[in-house]
T-cell receptor, first 111, second 118 residues
């Protein structure tokens, strides 16, 4: 079953913050976050592993609550380049490498 | 990071013809590759897992005889859409993960192939 992301879409002004959530009905081993621009392949942002970790780089960070099977992606002081559709990819079994992608969140940053 | 290429970038074909899409890992060997399909404004849906030297594993609802996958070498997997019809028009993307990868590594995606069936 496909993980559900919220919100489905959001429009922000440059400099504002955003939170994107990913919720799974299955026990997760890892969560991978990607950003996809229109007509292009997804670009990897970061991976979070079972263990409830939180990580980030620059102005993008993420958390993973394994008890709730939820992950959140935090975008602070958003830039125009952050526009795109964000997907979480979830892995439920260690080692089989198969990712199930979430429903997606379309983020639009306006000047 | 690892690089995955796809060919062609786009293809337009007539209904009933077959189309082959290639996926190559350029700087690493991949025993496993994945094929996804993405319709406009929708998420990536896994079609099948391509295993080098053995049969592909298809997801539920994906027709094996229509979407033929061949993983003949450690750097090449091909997806052939047989007897294509307009409803097969979509964005097809492959991915691969470097072997012996660190657990913090991820799948790397090819640039995708846009298939349009007339």
């Amino acid at each position: 079953q496909q993980p559900v992301q919220s919100p489905q879409a959001v429009i922000l002004r440059e400099g504002e913050d955003a939170v994107i959530n990913c919720s799974s009905s299955k026990a997760l081993y890892s969560v991978h976050w990607y950003r996809q621009k229109h007509g292009e392949a997804p670009v990897f942002l970061m991976i979070l592993l079972k263990g409830g970790e939180q990580k980030g780089h620059d102005k993008i960070s993420a958390s993973f609550n394994e008890k709730k099977q939820q992950s959140s992606l935090y975008l602070t002081a958003s830039q125009l380049s952050y526009s795109g559709t964000y997907f979480c990819g979830t892995e439920i079994i260690t080692g089989n490498e198969k990712l199930t992608f979430g429903t997606g969140t379309r983020l639009t940053i306006i000047p | 990071g690892a690089v995955v290429s796809q060919h062609p970038s786009w293809v337009i074909c007539k209904s009933g013809t077959s189309v082959k899409i290639e996926c190559r890992s350029l700087d690493f060997q991949a025993t496993t590759m994945f094929w996804y399909r993405q319709f406009p404004k929708q998420s990536l849906m896994l079609m099948a897992t391509s295993n080098e030297g053995s049969k592909a594993t298809y997801e539920q609802g994906v027709e094996k005889d229509k979407f033929l996958i061949n993983h003949a070498s450690l750097t090449l997997s091909t997806l052939t859409v047989t007897s294509a019809h307009p409803e097969d028009s979509s964005f097809y993307i492959c991915s691969a993960r470097p072997p012996l990868a660190d657990v913090t590594d991820t799948q790397y995606f090819g640039p995708g192939t846009r298939l349009t069936v007339l």
